[in-house]
């Protein structure tokens, strides 16, 4: 009787070649690049209570201004409890403002204030630092390959919610991001 193959040897048989230890090499690589790519930001949420949660909300709140919290439940993967706990505490303390939708009274929807967009443009702009380093070391011909990377990680079902913005940031709103 044949021994069953593990997932990670399976999965090494069907990328051409490659070995466990080079695949365990980018799960390492991926691990420790979260590590620090949060830990920057980690240390200015804690300078006001917040958490990674606290992160995601204002991101994606950033991101999409006016979303309901339905969507943003969706993106986030988190239950109502949590997103409600985080919600209140930003909310609370003046960084989401949030409305009722005019056309369907029982949708709330979020916008960032100014003080909430402050801090946004803060803990992006430490992370876009950090991304930017990372293309100008790897060089310009990584990018797209690493976009193209990431976007296969993320669920199928997701996909469609990354990076397809139609408006670009005006050159001068990028380089006080980054700047």
Do not use: W
């Amino acid at each position: 009787m044949e021994r069953p193959k593990n997932a990670l040897y399976q999965l090494a048989a069907s990328l051409r070649g490659q070995d466990e230890e080079e695949l365990r090499q980018v799960l390492e690589l991926l691990f420790f690049a979260y590590r620090d790519f949060t830990g920057e930001a980690d240390v200015v949420l804690a300078e006001f209570g917040f958490g990674r949660a606290h992160h995601r909300a204002i991101y994606f709140i950033g991101r999409n201004p006016k979303i309901s919290v339905t969507d943003l439940l969706g993106i986030l993967k988190i239950t109502k409890q949590s997103l409600s706990r985080v919600l209140t505490q930003l909310i609370d303390e003046k960084y989401v403002r949030q409305e009722i939708d005019n056309s369907d009274r029982r949708r709330r929807l979020l916008q960032l204030s100014d003080k909430g967009l402050a801090l946004e443009r803060q803990l992006t702009a430490r992370q876009c630092r950090r991304v930017i380093g990372a293309f100008e070391s790897a060089g310009i011909d990584s990018v797209s390959g690493f976009r193209a990377i990431l976007r296969a990680i993320i669920d199928p079902d997701d996909r469609h919610r990354v990076g397809r913005r139609e408006a670009r940031p005006q050159a001068s709103e990028t380089q006080r991001l980054v700047g």
